[in-house]
């Protein structure tokens, strides 16, 4: 038996936050047991043109779009095995193992992200990115970053590549085949396959900015499909969270097929699969996703226990997840979250190296609690009596200069290195990377250092590089072709024992562990 809801409380809840979400315009909404029982809309779509937003208007939903994906392709009847033979074409170059069809499905396969791979390519934020771009990127690949089914890595490629396995197999295009296998079924009437970004659908327009610098319109020129690409309005969004609780019963309905159980190779649980992340709000287990473009930011969540859904859609960057969570708590009676109050020991404040993904992990002690910077956005981690410090994502064990840490979702665990100390300026050059067949060229101005990529898709701009600790720079990249960006590169400087340069590896979190030699030397 569900839980009912306080509708007139979750309906305060909503407008409250339509209010305190900065931003042009948005849209949000919840299914209770088959039915809406809440719809709103608020600002507008354009702000020059006076556009308001609309249960119609149609939002780049972007990564939620996965789901999708893997819904056609589950639906095509075949063992998903069958397709694996057809990643040698797309993967011609891999020397490690090529991961399978059902890899890339959960986001194991190993392959970095291809979005923050246009960066180390040369590409500009505002470049055209066009459909033709992503095979040779994909062919570049020679390598995983980790055994694929051993871990979890978001990449957005796995499922560019499933868009391309699927229309060669098919003969036709993917957004027909949502159109019939998925939309036309779950009622989603206008929802509809755009890859191109530079014209969004029905007149919206994506901001990027805030309240003090203002808002103003993104630049999106990129190509994709089957990682993202669907345009959907809140009343398409609500048809397909009724279609799921509608067939919440059969074994073989879509979403159950889609929100079956995963495992890594290792057989511990999985917390992704099929373009769905499994998590908790509260003690309730949920499905969903978010996505992210320039300007756009959506996300989704389903607690199958509860039959409830909630779909929240932005044209800003403001925080979609965090405005989902906090309606489905709301709808579920939860308490809102209050921050603890104790602070951080000032000796968890350093800077870490893990020799494992290549990454510098940044703690920082607050007013309450830690605040740590490893994979992507900072997190905020609460230290127990037992000299460890938690998230819902993360574990860090103090053990003097050493951190021990787990990320259960990732199934990663490592021990991350206290660094220190000042880089010697000799790192101006040329380097090459055999893994991408691209360059960074570090030059040195009145001894500030700046460096930019370049490969088969352009010159990159100048970058700066900031000093972390002896042998180890940042590269920051707060802007590029898909959103969020990749953040700071780590940049490691090798030697042969205090001699010059050797080479270099530089690694985000989506694209780790990427060697470069010194060219010319």
């Known amino acids: 038996m569900t839980t009912s809801i306080d509708i007139k409380s979750v309906m305060r809840e909503a407008y409250q936050l339509a209010e305190k979400t900065h931003g042009p315009g948005g849209?949000?909404?919840?299914?209770?047991?088959?039915?809406?029982?809440?719809?709103?809309?608020?600002?507008?779509?354009?702000?020059?043109?006076?556009?308001?937003?609309?249960?119609?208007?149609?939002?780049?939903?972007?990564?939620?779009?996965?789901?999708?994906?893997?819904?056609?392709?589950?639906?095509?009847?075949?063992?998903?095995?069958?397709?694996?033979?057809?990643?040698?074409?797309?993967?011609?170059?891999?020397?490690?193992?090529?991961?399978?069809?059902?890899?890339?499905?959960?986001?194991?396969?190993?392959?970095?992200?291809?979005?923050?791979?246009?960066?180390?390519?040369?590409?500009?934020?505002?470049?055209?990115?066009?459909?033709?771009?992503?095979?040779?990127?994909?062919?570049?690949?020679?390598?995983?970053?980790?055994?694929?089914?051993?871990?979890?890595?978001?990449?957005?490629?796995?499922?560019?590549?499933?868009?391309?396995?699927?229309?060669?197999?098919?003969?036709?295009s993917l957004g027909k085949l949502y159109r019939e296998r998925i939309f036309d079924v779950a009622g989603m009437e206008t929802a509809e396959l755009l890859p191109d970004t530079t014209t969004p659908a029905d007149g919206v327009v994506g901001h990027e900015g805030n309240d003090t610098t203002g808002f103003f319109p993104a630049t999106n020129r990129i190509y994709w499909t089957g990682d993202a690409g669907i345009s959907a309005s809140l009343d398409d969004m609500l048809a397909w969270e009724r279609f799921i609780d509608r067939t919440r019963e059969d074994e073989t309905g879509l979403y159950r097929r889609l929100s079956s159980p995963q495992v890594f190779s290792d057989g511990n649980e999985a917390p992704y699969g099929n373009g769905l992340a499994h998590d908790m709000v509260g003690e309730t287990p949920?499905?969903?996703?978010?996505?992210?473009?320039?300007?756009?930011?959506?996300?989704?969540?389903?607690?199958?226990?509860?039959?409830?859904?909630?779909?929240?859609?932005?044209?800003?960057?403001?925080?979609?997840?965090?405005?989902?969570?906090?309606?489905?708590?709301?709808?579920?009676?939860?308490?809102?979250?209050?921050?603890?109050?104790?602070?951080?020991?000032?000796?968890?404040?350093?800077?870490?190296?893990?020799?494992?993904?290549?990454?510098?992990?940044?703690?920082?002690?607050?007013?309450s609690g830690l605040k740590a910077t490893f994979a992507g956005s900072p997190e905020r981690l609460t230290i127990g009596d037992d000299n460890t410090a938690r998230s819902p994502a993360m574990t860090l064990a103090r053990r003097g200069d050493e951190m021990e840490f787990e990320r259960w979702r990732e199934n990663l665990r490592g021990t991350a290195k206290k660094v220190?100390?000042?880089?010697?300026?000799?790192?101006?050059?040329?380097?090459?990377?055999?893994?991408?067949?691209?360059?960074?060229?570090?030059?040195?101005?009145?001894?500030?250092?700046?460096?930019?990529?370049?490969?088969?898709?352009?010159?990159?701009?100048?970058?700066?590089?900031?000093?972390?600790?002896?042998?180890?720079?940042?590269?920051?990249?707060?802007?590029?072709?898909?959103a969020p960006a990749p953040g700071d590169w780590t940049v490691q400087v090798h030697r042969s024992g205090n001699g010059p340069v050797s080479g270099l590896t530089i690694g985000c979190w989506l694209a780790r562990n990427i060697g470069y030699r010194p060219v010319g030397r």
Not at 69 to 77: E, H, I, M, P, R
Not at 92 to 119: F, M
Not at 443 to 452: L, P
Request: some cysteine; glycine content about 10%; charged content about 20%.
């Open 27 to 172: 849209a949000i909404g919840i299914v209770k047991d088959g039915e809406i029982v809440l719809q709103h809309t608020w600002g507008y779509a354009d702000l020059k043109k006076h556009l308001p937003v609309t249960a119609q208007t149609r939002f780049p939903i972007c990564s939620i779009s996965k789901q999708f994906t893997c819904g056609v392709l589950l639906d095509l009847g075949e063992q998903l095995e069958h397709f694996d033979a057809a990643l040698q074409t797309y993967l011609p170059n891999l020397e490690t193992t090529r991961p399978s069809i059902r890899h890339l499905c959960n986001n194991q396969s190993g392959l970095r992200d291809y979005w923050a791979l246009t960066v180390l390519h040369g590409a500009d934020a505002e470049d055209v990115f066009r459909r033709e771009d992503a095979k040779p990127l994909f062919a570049r690949m020679r390598t995983t970053q980790f055994a694929p089914a051993s871990r979890y890595s978001y990449s957005n490629g796995n499922f560019r590549i499933l868009s391309d396995v699927i229309e060669d197999h098919t003969g036709r």
């Open 420 to 482: 220190s100390g000042e880089p010697v300026r000799d790192i101006a050059g040329r380097y090459h990377a055999r893994e991408l067949d691209a360059f960074l060229e570090i030059v040195e101005t009145n001894g500030v250092f700046y460096g930019f990529f370049e490969g088969f898709l352009g010159k990159g701009e100048m970058t700066p590089l900031y000093p972390a600790a002896q042998d180890i720079w940042t590269l920051p990249c707060r802007r590029s072709m898909d």
């Open 286 to 367: 949920t499905t969903g996703h978010g996505g992210a473009l320039r300007g756009f930011r959506c996300h989704r969540i389903h607690a199958a226990s509860e039959r409830l859904s909630v779909v929240v859609l932005f044209n800003h960057e403001g925080d979609a997840q965090a405005a989902a969570r906090h309606l489905m708590k709301a709808a579920l009676g939860l308490p809102r979250e209050t921050p603890g109050e104790a602070p951080a020991d000032p000796a968890w404040k350093g800077r870490y190296l893990d020799p494992g993904t290549g990454l510098l992990m940044t703690l920082a002690p607050g007013h």
